[in-house]
């Protein structure tokens, strides 16, 4: 006959195996969920990364003013017309600060109320009913004198090098 008690160890040995088996289980099956969930963040961090580049080089105002140069715009018209363009790109780019550091966001940010700031002091020195060009040229010209007119490049090397952080 069987011991009962010898009976009743295995049982109780089999039922704390299956249950270490079960949380080991678990434990595995946690741990993938969080390797995905982590390669997805990574995912979205480097495709803000991605967007917030973009917007760099999209609020540059040479690149500003190369698509919206319309010669038939006044030059106060044309200052509107630029920070109209910058403050949209960069609001319709907002959301893209919860995936990165602080000191990317604020470089973004500096960057374009450094950009705005360019367009509304040159545009106060060219009369408002000039022609676009005349401001245009103008704002060009302030770039390549002003030292910090490539703010536009460093933050883009900021992004960059967070970006590859990530990899």
């Not at 580049?53 to 698509?67: G, K």
């Amino acid at each position: 006959m069987i011991d009962t008690t010898m009976l009743l160890t295995v049982v109780i040995g089999l039922m704390i195996a299956g249950f270490a088996g079960y949380l080991f289980y678990l434990q595995r099956k946690n741990q993938r969920e969080e390797q995905q969930d982590k390669k997805g963040s990574v995912q979205l961090r480097l495709q803000a990364y991605e967007r917030l580049t973009l917007l760099t080089d999209r609020i540059a105002l040479p690149n500003v003013i190369s698509r919206l140069g319309n010669p038939e715009v006044s030059a106060s018209e044309m200052q509107f017309l630029l920070s109209k363009h910058i403050k949209d790109e960069f609001d319709y780019n907002i959301s893209q600060q919860i995936y990165v550091s602080p000191e990317v966001w604020n470089a973004i940010r500096n960057l374009k109320e450094h950009n705005l700031s360019i367009i509304h002091q040159v545009g106060s020195t060219v009369p408002s009913m000039a022609p676009a060009s005349m401001l245009n040229r103008a704002i060009l010209e302030y770039l390549m004198k002003d030292s910090k007119s490539n703010l536009h490049e460093i933050v883009s090397e900021a992004l960059g090098y967070e970006a590859k952080k990530l990899l």
